[in-house]
């Protein structure tokens, strides 16, 4: 048939059935690849680790047996990746065409299998490690896009093919003549090319963070010039419910205003000691890491942490002190605060005296014998003992600014938080239960960071406060866990907890608000005998 006679789109017989079909199906492929391209590159640019491609691909590996694995190492070897990618957007394309036949024969049945592929999407991608609350916006959109021009698309299809239906005058710009069904199928397939070139750009763009991410198990680190010895079996109370004297990465408290994790490619960072200094100084990971480096410990806790609280964790950290990358810089007189700048930006700003002295002021490129993972500072963040995070800890850190209080204000600091921000002494209790001996148990950690806690006593209800047992002291600059055994009476107690720092002072019973500069009151906690 010559389309050439056929152009203005007015017909008396409508596409025939077979015809219809191939263009719903083009249709359905042409949506779903748009939208997959979409997806991709959304994932390429927020978080590719939210690719909905590599997330349903990634759950294909951990669901398929270990036979299909070897078959596809043995047949693509390394490039299994990407001839993963390549499946499971022929998967999407063959997908695609269920939607689009079926958009066309019972409308909305195409969208209904869209949403639920969205929903699969979300589901793998929210279920990788390291998801966050960016990652189900890949799918989201894909989604979106794909329903989109699913339903335009089979719009212009004109109806489904049935007999009563042969000689219906078609609505404006459906698919008619030839003509117009080429120029249809042409659209579907430059859109289809587009979806697979977005595609291709989604992973482009994301290989490059995820090879920053890739390069967290390059690190290797160094042996530490500097080793702190492992915590004596008597630092730890073996309680059911007590917090652990060192907490596990991934269970580590975390705190940052950073929607997206920055990824840090270590060979491209650098961190700059510059403002009042006699030298600028800049430094490589490669040279940071050539340091004698010196492992800690130390706990570190968020302002935020309400009394009782969970935003204080502890963490055996590896890193090179702040105190003599600052000398080779030689601060200029006057100056008293350092003011530390993430790569996004973020601020905080720390007494200079407190990274001059000889505490274990770090920059720290390891967390519990691991690189940092990427979202506690990959690839060097400070950890400072005896201050709350928001004036100390800059995780992701890139520039070091010799300053002074009166001359410029930190990221919090500008929203009402206090300038200094040292810690207060804290205890928590985690565990009150009734115990074996007919009484209760409690245990739970107190802290004052870079004091160190003497004793810690406990009260039940309004009785008499009793000495608890401490365990060994890990180190002034951390936590110390604590238990007691105390009788009670069958029924409803409450058990207060309260610290004594190592120079005396007693925790407070005045309640303060975290904000400006931390809670204070003493933690209390309701259990049954
Ligand atoms: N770049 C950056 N560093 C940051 C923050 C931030 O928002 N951005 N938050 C700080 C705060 S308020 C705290 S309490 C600690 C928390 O560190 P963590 O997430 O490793 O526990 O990081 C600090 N470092
Ligand atoms: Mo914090």
């Known amino acids: 048939m010559s389309g050439s006679a056929q152009r203005c789109g007015i017909s008396v017989t409508p596409m025939s059935g077979s015809r219809n079909q191939v263009s719903s199906i083009s249709a359905g492929v042409a949506s779903a690849l748009v939208g997959v391209g979409a997806a991709e590159l959304v994932a390429g ?8 491609l590599a997330s349903i691909g990634a759950w294909i590996i951990d669901l398929a047996p270990g036979w299909a694995k070897d078959v596809m190492v043995a047949l693509f070897g390394t490039g299994d990746k990407p001839v993963l990618i390549t499946l499971t957007v022929l998967g999407v394309a063959a997908l695609g065409a269920l939607a689009g036949f079926l958009q066309h024969r019972r409308p909305p049945s195409g969208v209904s299998l869209t949403g639920v592929v969205t929903l699969v999407g979300v589901i793998a991608a929210m279920t990788r490690p390291g998801a966050g609350i960016l990652t189900p916006l890949a799918a989201v959109v894909g989604g979106g896009v794909t329903v989109l021009a699913l339903t335009r698309l089979t719009r212009r299809i004109g109806v489904p093919a049935r007999p009563e239906l042969a000689v219906r005058p078609v609505v404006a710009g459906a698919v008619s003549g030839s003509t117009d069904r080429r120029g249809f199928l042409r659209l579907a397939g430059v859109l289809s090319a587009a979806g697979i070139a977005a595609v291709a750009a989604g992973q482009f763009i994301g290989a490059s963070s995820r090879r920053a991410l890739d390069a967290i198990s390059d690190v290797v680190l160094p042996a530490p010039a500097t ?11 073996a309680i059911d419910g007590l917090s652990p004297l060192v907490t596990s990465n991934d269970a580590f408290y975390r705190i940052d205003t950073a929607l997206v994790v920055p990824e840090i490619d270590p060979s491209e960072w650098s961190l700059l000691i510059t403002g009042m200094v006699e030298q600028e100084v800049r430094i490589t990971f490669e040279e940071l890491l050539a340091l004698p480096l010196e492992e800690s410990y130390t706990t570190l806790m968020c302002v935020s942490n309400v009394v009782g609280g969970d935003l204080i964790s502890n963490a055996r950290w590896l890193g090179y002190p702040i105190r003599d990358l600052l000398a080779r810089a030689t601060p200029l007189d006057g100056a008293d605060m350092v003011l530390s700048r993430s790569t996004d930006g973020w ?14 002021a770090i920059l720290a490129v390891g967390m519990n014998g691991a690189p940092l993972p990427a979202e506690h500072g990959f690839p060097v963040r400070m950890v400072v003992p005896g201050l709350y995070g928001y004036v100390s800890a800059t995780k992701w850190v890139v520039t070091l600014e010799v300053t002074r209080f009166a001359d410029v204000q930190a990221y919090w600091t500008t929203r ?15 565990v009150a239960r009734a115990d074996e001996s007919g009484g209760a148990l409690l245990a739970g950690v107190a802290w004052a960071q870079h004091t160190g806690i003497a004793g810690v006593e406990v009260q039940i209800d309004d009785g008499e406060w009793v000495e608890a047992e401490t365990a060994d002291e890990l180190s002034i600059d951390t936590w110390r866990q604590w238990r007691a055994t105390v009788p009670a009476a069958a029924g409803r107690h409450t058990a207060r907890v309260r610290a004594t720092t190592s120079a005396g002072e007693v925790q407070t019973s005045d309640r303060a608000d975290v904000l400006p500069d931390g809670a204070t009151g003493y933690h209390s906690r309701d259990f049954t005998v």
């Not at 640019?45 to 909905?52: F, L, N």
């Open 45 to 52: 640019i927020v978080s590719p680790g939210s690719s909905p």
């Open 227 to 237: 080793t702190v010895a492992a915590p004596p079996a008597g630092a730890s109370f």
């Open 347 to 360: 601020t905080a700003g720390t007494p200079l005296e407190v990274l001059q002295d000889d505490r274990n």
């Open 416 to 430: 009402g938080w206090g300038e200094r921000g040292p810690v207060k002494v804290e205890s928590r209790i985690d």
